[in-house]
């Protein structure tokens, strides 16, 4: 089955920037639709960014043009760029996998899921 393991998380000081890193292993095709989630204390999960089946990239309109989130097919990989890093960017990031045709306003499409990274901004 499907397993995604996030990395790349840490603690920095707003205006910073991080590389969020998601290695998948199993049966994931490039047909399948990847993103990133994140969740703060207390708040609802929200998603971020996500890259459909096709290449086409999806972002919320709290990280556009701030975030840049990529895939490598090959390796299997996801990353996403956190760039101008904000306090109220403090959350759990996790990476997401589905084989739907979806972007990230649907988490529910998604159904393979990491344990996420921690992103502090201070």
């Known amino acids: 089955h499907v397993q995604l393991v996030e990395s790349g998380g840490g603690s920095v000081k707003a205006g910073g920037t991080l590389t969020l890193s998601c290695a998948a292993s199993?049966?994931?095709?490039?047909?399948?639709?990847m993103g990133w989630f994140r969740q703060a204390p207390g708040m609802e999960r929200e998603g971020v960014a996500s890259?459909?089946?096709?290449?086409?990239?999806y972002y919320a309109n709290s990280v556009k043009g701030r975030f840049i989130v990529s895939r490598d097919v090959v390796r299997q990989t996801l990353n996403l760029q956190v760039n101008d890093l904000r306090p109220d960017d403090t959350a759990m990031y996790y990476c997401?996998?589905?084989?739907?045709?979806?972007?990230?306003?649907?988490?529910?499409?998604?159904?393979?899921w990491g344990h996420g990274t921690q992103v502090t901004v201070s």
């Open positions: 997401a996998a589905g084989a739907f045709y979806t972007d990230y306003q649907h988490a529910s499409d998604f159904e393979h």
């Open positions: 199993g049966p994931l095709f490039s047909s399948y639709s």
């Open positions: 890259i459909d089946g096709d290449g086409h990239l």
